[in-house]
């Protein structure tokens, strides 16, 4: 561990045997990504500044759990350096994060998602059958989704890829003001509504897969997801 008053990095580590959890909730997220592919320890790797790293940080039970209560520091120092965390997990975690503004980038994973943010990104590939993103402003950039997911952005954009589809799917995403992309596999089958500048299109294929999306102002566009593989 390395500390000084403005940055360095800090490291923890805890046995990963058992863990089922992931509880984060910090106003300054900074940059955080997520790896699933811990072995006997999980940890969580910081770099930045260290007003504004977490301020807990804890196995408890079957959970791994990270505080912080940073937005007054940030408010009166603002960020010099890039806050970085990097967690390594086991790939059935469940994940619930909770943060005012950040950026979030998924390696992976197959347990549940939440995502509850105000302004940031949500970007990468996850492989949980159980996804749901909330963001009052930004983007989110996801491949993969197998099985359920419920994607809303007030403001913003997403865009979410397919390079093959399995029937299980039942994704919905819905953005306020801005645009949605869909980029599938060419035998998707496309049902559009349109009326006004709400936008609406509905897809089916293969059987028992179904994919919606809702732009109330904006742009709502369906491409080819070939030349795309899948991690």
């Not at 759990?65 to 937005?71: F, I, S």
């Not at 995403?173 to 349109?194: I, M, S, Y």
């Amino acid at each position: 561990m390395i500390r000084n008053d403005r940055s360095g990095t800090d490291f923890k580590a805890v046995p990963s045997a058992g863990l089922k959890y992931l509880e984060l909730d910090m106003p300054i997220l900074g940059n955080l990504h997520l790896h699933f592919d811990a072995g006997e320890e999980a940890y969580v790797k910081l770099s930045g500044e260290y007003r504004l790293f977490p301020s807990y940080t804890a196995r408890e039970g079957d959970r791994l759990v990270l505080k912080g209560r940073n937005l007054p520091a940030y408010l009166r120092h603002g960020q010099k350096e890039r806050l970085r965390i990097d967690i390594h997990l086991p790939e059935e975690t469940a994940v619930d994060l909770t943060f005012l503004a950040g950026v979030v980038s998924l390696n992976g994973g197959y347990g549940p998602l939440s995502v509850k943010g105000f302004s940031g990104e949500v970007s990468g590939y996850t492989g949980s059958d159980r996804v749901r993103v909330r963001l009052r402003c930004g983007d989110v950039s996801l491949a993969g989704l197998p099985g359920e997911a419920d994607i809303r952005i007030g403001l913003g954009s997403s865009t979410l890829r397919w390079s093959r589809l399995l029937g299980t799917e039942r994704v919905r995403v819905r953005c306020g003001f801005g645009g949605v992309e869909l980029l599938v596999p060419p035998d998707w089958a496309q049902k559009e509504e349109q009326g006004g500048f709400f936008k609406k299109k509905r897809l089916h294929a293969p059987p028992g897969a179904s994919v919606s999306a809702a732009v109330w102002f904006g742009g709502l566009d369906v491409g080819s997801s070939c030349g795309f593989t899948a991690p």
